[in-house]
Nanobody, 126 residues
Framework: QVQVVESGGGLVQAGGSLRLSCTAS????????IGWFRRAPEKEREDISC????????MYSDSVKGRFTVSRDTAKNTVYLQMNSLKPEDTAVYYC???????????????????WGQGTQVTVSS
């Protein structure tokens, strides 16, 4: 059974940075794709990024491209989401999720993700 746990959320001023971590257990990162999602109050869940654990290929939504960077450390079975130039509209609960894959790619459709973390709150003050 795969488990993923997020950490690193918090309160930051607009223009600041935060780094979220997502640590997977139960399978090696090389056999997983990891996605990042967020849900702001009274809004639908948004797909924002993903990374393939085997080759590190990534995808980003337009809303975060150029500001957020996803990376992985296979030795630690951990994926990171570096968030720079944060805006108040980035305020949300951020989730990481995983699915098993042998394809060297990832997708940002939440429906394909089987294993979800509990979420971590990110609040950006203006």
């Amino acid at each position: 059974q795969v488990q993923v746990v997020e950490s690193g959320g918090g309160l930051v001023q607009a223009g600041g940075s935060l780094r979220l971590s997502c640590t997977a257990s139960g399978r090696t990162l090389e056999t997983l794709a990891i996605g990042w999602f967020r849900r702001a109050p009274e809004k639908e869940r948004e797909d924002i990024s993903c990374i393939d654990g085997a080759d590190g290929s990534t995808m980003y939504s337009d809303s975060v491209k150029g500001r957020f960077t996803v990376s992985r450390d296979t030795a630690k079975n951990t994926v990171y989401l570096q968030m720079n130039s944060l805006k108040p509209e980035d305020t949300a609960v951020y989730y990481c999720a995983a699915y098993y894959t042998i394809q060297k790619m990832c997708v940002m459709f939440s429906s394909v993700y089987d294993y979800w973390g509990q979420g971590t709150q990110v609040t950006v003050s203006s």
